[in-house]
């Protein structure tokens, strides 16, 4: 008797048994999150295969056997499910198709339906092996790519760690120089005035005093600088937008900055003539930088002036520009200068200062946050011109996003 037409006929049946008995099971529990053709995939084909063996009169279609598994191993490799979900899922369908062919089994001698138990039995069974295969060969070549992955993030981890090793010992390195030198010289005030009460208001105690004011404002720098890179880049920095009147701005810096400038005979120049009168901007960020470039500028300039021009570049941009006649910084050098912690190398153009490497990166954070955009022109030995473009009302929906 040939079973494999039976089999045929009821296979449509026999698969939505199976989808059925396979979402119900609760030890297959992926399948609670796939739609019927998901869970179905390529059983109609394993059944079509399963046909052909079964005939007497029809040439055994292994090679579709195989396939069928080969994919249906596959897909739940793709799908996620575990070895032993896959296992009870061709356990419910043996059963299945025993419990639909049974009527027709009774029906045939008893050798043809050894025959037949014994070809549905091992054609499952091969099916098992090749689905088994595919899904080990799916899941060895999803653990390659996830080892790709994991290699390329731990190399991106292990550059980001080094990176933030190198910039936590420059940082110490900073601070270990202003620390030792407050330590030092009130080490020494603090013996002199134990010893000799006389000395008490002596020009030298007033020097040491002086020191310890200066390395204390410079570590006080260093600190903050160092906190206002680490809230840009955590996404903690928030803006608070308002009218701004540019002038007051700009002239509140000059005073700010100008005791700097005097002291190295620096000349102080600020052209605000065709500055936009107000604009919308945070304008304490604002006074930041423009605070940290005329500072860097002053740093970095012996001789000669320093110049703020600002501008309406038009209704919806403003500008500007802080020009100095110092140092310059080299076209290799300038790709870097607002990278944290960077510093040009001391040269006999620009000797070794004693700046945090923060300024400007601070300032190309704020600007980005202030949603502008900063250019760079200079030449070494001729001086350097910094220019900030800002809108003139930053758009609301990307502040929101810098917050």
Request: aromatic share 4%; glycine share 4%.
């Amino acid at each position: 008797m040939d079973f494999s037409q039976a089999l045929l006929e009821k296979s449509d049946y026999i698969v939505e048994s199976w989808v059925s008995a396979v979402r119900q099971d609760e030890q297959i529990s992926v399948t609670q999150e796939l739609t019927y053709t998901a869970i179905r995939n390529s059983l109609p084909d394993v059944l079509s295969a399963l046909g052909t063996v079964l005939s007497k009169s029809t040439d055994n279609d292994l090679h579709s056997l195989v396939e069928a598994s080969l994919k249906h191993g596959q897909i739940r490799a793709e799908q996620g499910f575990e070895p032993a979900e896959i296992a009870r899922e061709y356990r419910l369908l043996r059963s299945i198709i025993f419990s639909e062919l049974e009527p027709d089994l009774l029906r045939g001698s008893p050798a043809d339906m050894l025959r037949a138990v014994r070809l549905i039995d091992t054609v499952i069974d091969e099916a098992i092996a090749r689905c088994f295969h595919s899904y080990t060969d799916g899941r060895m070549e999803e653990l390659k790519q996830l080892q790709g992955q994991l290699n390329l993030t731990n190399q991106e981890l292990t550059r980001l760690v080094r990176a933030s090793k190198e910039n936590l010992s420059h940082l110490a390195h900073e601070l270990k120089t202003p620390l030792t030198s407050i330590i030092g010289y009130t080490d020494l005030f603090l013996r002199q005035q134990r010893k000799q009460s006389d000395l008490r208001d002596t020009f030298p105690n007033l020097e040491s005093i002086e020191r310890v004011l200066q390395s204390g404002r410079l570590l006080l720098r260093l600190i903050n600088d160092a906190l206002e890179i680490s809230r840009y880049d955590a996404g903690k920095m928030s803006l608070q937008l308002m009218p701004t009147h540019v002038p007051e701005v700009l002239n509140g810096v000059m005073t700010m900055v100008e005791p700097l400038a005097r002291s190295k005979d620096l000349a102080l120049i600020l052209r605000c003539d065709r500055a936009p009168a107000s604009v919308t901007t945070d304008p304490l960020r604002l006074q930041q930088v423009i605070t940290n470039l005329l500072s860097n500028a002053i740093r970095y300039t012996e001789t000669g002036s320093i110049s703020l021009e600002c501008y309406a570049l038009s209704e919806e941009q403003w500008a500007i520009t802080i020009t100095d006649s110092g140092v310059g910084i080299s076209q290799e050098d300038q790709s870097h200068i607002f990278e944290p912690y960077f510093r040009a190398p001391a040269s006999e153009l620009a000797p070794s200062q004693d700046g945090t490497g923060l300024g400007l990166s601070i300032v190309s954070r704020l600007t980005k946050l202030l949603q502008g955009e900063i250019k760079l022109e200079s030449s070494p030995g001729v001086g350097s011109a910094f220019t900030v473009v800002l809108p003139t009302v930053p758009q609301p929906a990307a502040v929101q996003v810098a917050q």
